[in-house]
């Protein structure tokens, strides 16, 4: 009886272990994220985000919060050569005979970074692409790289995170469940409330991202 019961759990275990190597299998693999966070612009998005929005602004058109401090200075972003953006960043205005305002970052921040935020500059003006990236800077663990719902972490919820490729929700109902979380929404408790962490900018951003990766746009 003993070594049957042994039997019994051993095929037990086996048919467990499988299961959770298909789960795993049919996720993102790590490589595949690990590639995706790598890229240059979202790297460049965070330093962004860390060290350059409280004056440009999310949208990098000059409307932030310490806007005002500057008087008339136009701290919008424009579109400028990657060479002439490279300068401006290491050395400051000062140094490219701009504001004296915009700080040198080449003590701050390292080669790498610099480059990285440089390639975010040349979009952060368009709301797709910043949108992407708050979806990858923030999503992509449950929801997959591509919103298919098959992201790392996906195998550990059930329900299975949403298949945002096929979602039939309209914007705002997107935009609602973002800041407010699934459970406000009757919808699964593990989609956290994200308007505690991202702005309404963000979410928004986030939303128009979330309309191309539908299936069939």
């Known amino acids: 009886m003993r070594q049957a ?9 086996i048919l467990l272990c499988s299961s959770a190597a298909a789960l795993k299998a049919d996720s993102d693999s790590r490589e595949i994220v690990s590639a995706e966070l790598a890229k240059p612009v979202i790297r460049g998005a965070i330093v962004f985000k860390n060290y350059c929005v409280l004056c440009h602004g999310e949208r990098g058109d000059g409307l932030a919060r310490s806007a005002k401090l500057y008087g008339v200075v136009n ?19 000062a140094g490219v005979g701009r504001s004296a305002f ?7 921040l390292s080669e ?18 910043r949108g992407e990236v ?7 663990l449950c929801h997959g790289i591509t919103g298919n719902g098959k ?27 973002i800041t407010t979380g699934g459970e406000s929404m009757g919808r699964s408790a593990a989609m956290p409330a994200w308007g505690e962490q991202l702005s309404p900018q963000e ?14 746009n």
Not at 5 to 13: D, E
Not at 102 to 108: L, S
Not at 151 to 177: V, W
């Open 5 to 13: 019961l042994t039997k019994i759990l051993a095929a037990l275990s």
């Open 75 to 93: 701290l919008a972003i424009r579109k400028l050569d990657e060479e002439y953006l490279q300068k401006i960043v290491r050395k400051g205005g």
């Open 102 to 108: 915009m700080p040198m970052w080449k003590a701050e």
């Open 112 to 129: 790498e970074q610099i480059n990285d935020v440089v390639s975010y500059l040349e979009l952060v003006g368009d709301n797709v692409s």
């Open 134 to 140: 708050v979806f990858k800077t923030n999503c992509i």
């Open 151 to 177: 992201g790392r972490a996906s195998h550990l919820f059930d329900p299975r995170p949403a298949d945002l490729t096929r979602s039939d929700k309209n914007d705002d109902y997107k935009r609602m469940i």
């Open 203 to 216: 979410i928004g951003d986030a939303v128009n991202y979330l309309r191309t990766l539908l299936v069939g």
